[in-house]
């Protein structure tokens, strides 16, 4: 008996227009906020039809967030051979920088308005606000065994401490978030938790 034909895969999506797609809605934040976040005009500037957009994000909220995803620094290979709380003090930099520009602005007016369970701020927590903390709890757990920081204090709620003020005022806008203000965040984990204060100049 002859074998059923073999169905041939659906059309693969392209790295190339992915990259068109988040770096026009990087643009469009960064220019208009989320009000000019359309799918016509992301579109128009990747370059693209519609319907490729629509075969990986099914609204502009959610291209939107992963322009944000895609927009955020990762740890690099220097920042990884650095002190450990050198590396947190340089990741919160990166992350209050991203935050302070229009791009960072547009995604926190974006926040605001939606549910707290819909996929745009789910995304938010599972895509981005994660991996942050997934790092940070490595930096943490390395800054104990070097005896920067002190052993006695909940990984957690260390975590919240750290990052919790770069996103009370990202969806507060009742102050910047520039480098003074990244190191400010360190400076006081430090005083509150460290056991030296080495290691993070």
């Given at each position: ?96 920088a991203l935050f ?77 978030m520039g480098q ?5 965040i360190v400076d ?14």
């Open positions: 008996m002859d074998s059923p034909p073999v169905r041939a895969p659906g059309r693969p999506r392209s790295k190339k227009a992915r990259i068109a797609i988040l770096k026009a809605a990087r643009e469009l934040l960064q220019q208009g906020g989320l009000p000019a976040v359309t799918m016509e005009a992301i579109a128009q500037r990747a370059g693209v039809g519609k319907p490729t957009i629509y075969r990986t994000w099914a609204n502009r909220y959610e291209v939107a967030m992963a322009a944000l995803v895609d927009a955020a620094p990762e740890t690099t290979a220097s920042s990884r051979k650095a002190a450990p709380l050198d590396a947190l003090r340089h990741q919160l930099r990166q992350i209050a302070d520009s229009a791009l960072g602005r547009g995604v926190a007016t974006m926040l605001i308005a939606a549910d707290a369970e819909s996929e745009v701020a789910r995304a938010f927590r599972n895509r981005f606000i994660t991996a942050r903390r997934d790092e940070g709890r490595a930096m943490l757990r390395e800054a104990l065994l070097m005896g920067d920081l002190r052993g006695k204090f909940d990984p957690e709620i260390a975590l919240d401490l750290i990052y919790g003020p770069l996103f009370y005022r990202l969806l507060m806008g009742h102050g910047g003074d203000y990244a190191d400010a006081c984990l430090v005083h509150g938790l460290g056991a030296s204060g080495k290691g993070a100049a």
